[in-house]
């Protein structure tokens, strides 16, 4: 119901002129120019076009509160105008950051016991590899310092994390991986050689971490990383267990496990971690997007009391750990994150978990259209596979470009989700949709499908 904003034209040009989009292509976005949000409520975005858009993807898997929450909204203003800064260098500290390093203890597994807040998921996993690095050196094991992570994997985009991100977009012309950063292939049940045998998907992903360790020799790993569910890899959904499994494996190949819950965390996958469906406790675990539901910028590193006191005792006595930001611990993120995590216990997350099998049934029941090959969900972060041939599972020419003809054409419906470059749909409702919400959202959905036929 909003107008469209008079001054687009002037806003679409400065931004070709002078903005560097995240993840873009450069020259193309200039060609092609931006498409200007202006507004959200709910589940609803408007764009400077006046164009009402359903977001089917919380922003970027992040908005699990749904927008327009105002007692979020309140917690930024009371603490901007209380206390909009405070360090956390040295030894400063402000109570939201000291209330939500206690509160994220309370609800991570039970292994972690130390929490460093930061600024979103990328730098959450740049400190995570930075703190294993200190802690190898501290015990005494320095030549642990390589990092097995999975293929398809994404752990932002750091010059350290962008590494073990395995998206080859993300390599090519950064000089990554570094010589350090392997990969093991992805559990990935619709690819995988015996689909329904999820037995052998885990045993196969184990087996290969076994074998990735004794080719780089036990004594030179330090640390395997996983997503419990790929995200920006397609919304890769191993068979339950997996998770177990390599955290099990981990254990004994004497490495450290790190899970990436920047997706998967807070509601996600039904649960508040993924870990909690399986009793995983890692070693590390590295958090960010529904932490404030994407309201303002904040993620964290969590460890255990093992991993800290090591790095605590290998300095040298009174000497910092180099490593922090001015927006470390930022007291009005930190607000934000504990007024958002109330509401995930008030009942935002229990709506999530009990309307999630209607979005499963929605994305099952498209597998009757002509293009869906597979369609895979756990909680509300679900996906569905594109495929030319059903029997064969093949893709599609790349020239066809059907991503790009589903995004433009899902964006025409009024309906916004991820179209992945290898003819993937992913999808991260609010965990705060209605079963009427997902009428409309399947409807859309099945419309753009149709159109793109
Ligand atoms: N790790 C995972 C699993 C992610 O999905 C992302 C972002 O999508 C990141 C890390 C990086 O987080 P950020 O974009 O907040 O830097």
Redesign the pocket.
Known sequence: HSEALPQIAALDALDRAHLIHPVAPWRMHEARGPNILTGAQGIWLTDGRGHQLLDAFAG??CVNVGYGQESVVQAAAEQMRKLPYATGYFHFSSEPAIRLADKLVQITPASLQHVYLTL??????DAAVRFIVQYYNAIGKPGKKHFIALER??????ST?AGLTALPVFHRGFDLPLPTQHYIPSPNPYRAANPGDDQAIIDASVAALKAKVAELGADSVAAFFC?PIQ??GGVIVPPQGWLKAMREAARALDILFVV?????GFGRTGPMFACDAEGVDPDLM?V??GLTSGYV?M?ATLMSDKVYAAIADGAPKGAPIGHGATYSAHPVSAAVALEVLRLYEEGVLVNGQSVAPVFAQGLDDLMAHPLVGDSRHRGLLGALELVSNKASKAGFDAALDLPGRMAATSYRNGIVFRAFGDNILGFAPALTFTESDFGLMFERLKRTLDDVL
């Open positions: 970027l898997w979103g998921g990328s730098e959450s996993i994997g994404y752990h932002g985009s750091s994390g997503e995200g920006s990436d819950e920047v997706i998967t590295t960010a997007k910028p993620g």
